[in-house]
T-cell receptor
């Protein structure tokens, strides 16, 4: 079957680094996405990994290990505006896009 | 402007009525998706379409229907058979494997 899991909530301090983990199980795989979603708004795209390794984009980086069914999103130099839900999703063989429940990140001063 | 447009932004429906949510994209994307999000919850897939005139059920298709007669349009009808339709509905599109998927701004549906 298909399954995706990420922590429900995390708390971090402004200026620090936080890593949000995501594990998944699927028979077909066409990439792993990370989105940011502020309350009451639509998700905005952060990153897309289809090959193993680390993709860096400014303060945000995303890592993928296909053999382990594992990804993480790394946020550096945290700012208060980074307080949001972070959604992990994988695209299966038929382009079906399945989301985890999201990780609510609270950044504290 | 290029992008994904959902309408209406806010919609109120009486119990027993069908309602159709619009999703239009001018990005020339092949794949389109409809998700439902309840407060404090993740996104659940209702229907998705990989190509014109074809679509597949997602995990919670009961009480919903879609059509894909044109590449740029993927409307979602919430029927009276959907027992708890109050939610935030999100439409997304993408070019297929290897490409990013983007979201529209969403539609809030409230049953009164």
């Amino acid at each position: 079957g298909q399954n995706i899991d990420q922590p429900t909530e995390m708390t971090a301090t402004e200026g620090a680094i936080v890593q949000i983990n995501c594990t998944y199980q699927t028979s077909g795989f066409n990439g792993l996405f990370w989105y940011q979603q502020h309350a009451g708004e639509a998700p905005t795209f952060l990153s897309y990994n289809v090959l193993d390794g680390l993709e860096e984009k400014g303060r945000f980086s995303s890592f993928l290990s296909r053999s382990k069914g594992y990804s993480y999103l790394l946020l550096k130099e945290l700012q208060m505006k980074d307080s949001a839900s972070y959604l992990c999703a994988f695209r299966g063989a038929t382009n079906k896009l399945i989301f985890g429940t999201g990780t609510l990140l609270a950044v504290q001063p | 402007d290029g992008g994904i447009t959902q309408s209406p932004k806010y919609l109120f429906r009486k119990e027993g009525q069908n309602v159709t949510l619009s999703c239009e994209q001018n990005l020339n994307h092949d794949a389109m998706y409809w998700y439902r999000q309840d407060p404090g919850q993740g996104l659940r897939l209702i229907y998705y379409s990989q190509i014109v005139n074809d679509f597949q059920k997602g995990d919670i298709a009961e009480g919903y229907s879609v059509s894909r007669e044109k590449k740029e349009s993927f409307p979602l009808t919430v029927t009276s058979a959907q027992k708890n339709p109050t939610a935030f509905y999100l439409c997304a599109s993408g070019q297929g494997a290897g490409n990013t998927i983007y979201f529209g701004e969403g539609s809030w549906l409230t049953v009164v």
